[in-house]
Nanobody, 121 residues
């Protein structure tokens, strides 16, 4: 069974930057797309950025130009570089498999604990 552990969240001021990491156990990166999702209080979980098995990326319009997704298949780690952060980016961020769909996406379940990102002055 694949286990995904997110880290790197924290409190940051508006305009600041953070790098999130997602460490995976098992060999899934080479056979499945991966993505970052987020869920703000009272809102549905949404896709933030995804990367396919071929390395093609897709970023939500709300974070385009500010967030970058990348992957290290050797380290089995997924990253999300976030810059120019805004208060509306405040959410719990999760990584998980990605079927390639946007804006609709398939929920594979088995969500981890996520990592909290809070953007506030």
């Amino acid at each position: 069974q694949v286990r995904l552990v997110e880290s790197g969240g924290g409190l940051v001021q508006p305009g600041g930057s953070l790098m999130l990491s997602c460490q995976a156990s098992g060999s899934i990166f080479s056979i499945s797309g991966m993505a970052w999702y987020r869920q703000a209080p009272g809102k549905q979980r949404e896709l933030v950025a995804g990367i396919s098995e071929a390395g093609t990326t897709r970023v939500a319009d709300s974070v385009k130009g500010r967030f970058t997704i990348s992957i290290d298949n050797v380290k089995k780690t997924l990253y999300l570089q976030m810059s120019s952060l805004k208060p509306e980016d405040t959410a719990v961020y999760y990584c998980n498999l990605w079927s390639g769909g946007y804006p609709r996406w398939f929920d594979f379940g088995s969500w981890g604990q996520g990592t909290q990102v809070t953007v506030s002055s």
